[in-house]
């Protein structure tokens, strides 16, 4: 695709050009449609116009950083009580800290598997409720803050608000695309340990009711001093990453004050 290249939108055109790819710079080539939400998180239709992520970095978000973090917990963990399908279309499955967890196909019905004597991580009680205590990678910080960057960068110039060519990104796209380890990328995370409006819908079936649910959200808000940020639900998981800073400033301030957040360091 010619780097001059402008997309329209009906008569309008969007704010950020196509032909050159927002991580990297590059003018192509751009083949292979990036999901901003990866596809193993339960994205299957929501993809960015073609001329925004070149190949090179659509490959490598999918293999380097996309697959190692959404090995780690919570993520692993969530998309296989989810009964989220990977890409091949094989139920998720979470293999670590001692355990392994297999999808049934229903949210919620995991098959369970581990040895509690000889795996401190794991707290199971008499009535058969338990609890587990999953050690995050040293690294997962790091990778959190560039995942959750890459897909708020993806999904602003989706949203068509900014171009995301502009200056004010270029270090989030630099820490997104190559990872700057000099930089303590704050992300915000709260949990919501019991949230029931999952539920979308629910139809009745030969088998039983069938339930849809929203697997995850997102909001892009712009703060009163300029920051733009991005917030993140997955299921029960709340992220929060400053776009265009790496401090999330009064953010954190301005959050529920009925629900429990904490500030992560993305240094290593
Ligand atoms: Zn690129």
Known sequence: ?????????????????????????????????????????????????????????????GTKLESTILNYPPWSIERVAAAVRTKRGRFAKFIGNGMSLWSTGFWSHVVFAADPTKNPTIRLNP????????VPPPDYHFLLSRFLLKVGLELLALSDTNDINDHQFDPARRHARFGEPSLDWEVAYGIYPRRRDLIISTREDEIGPIEERQLYSYELGVMEDGRIIFAFMYITHLFAICLTSDRLGNYIAAFNAGNEFHLQSSRR
């Not at 009535?127 to 999953?134: N, P, Q, R, Y």
């Open 127 to 134: 009535d058969g409720t338990g609890v587990m205590f999953v």
């Open 1 to 61: 695709m010619p780097a001059a290249t402008v997309a329209h939108c009906g008569n309008r055109q969007m704010k950020t050009r196509l032909g050159k790819c927002i991580f990297c710079s590059v003018h192509g080539p751009f083949t292979r449609a990036e999901h901003p939400i990866p596809e193993s998180l339960g994205n299957d239709d929501l993809t960015l116009p073609m001329g925004l992520v070149c190949d090179s970095c659509n490959q490598y978000f």
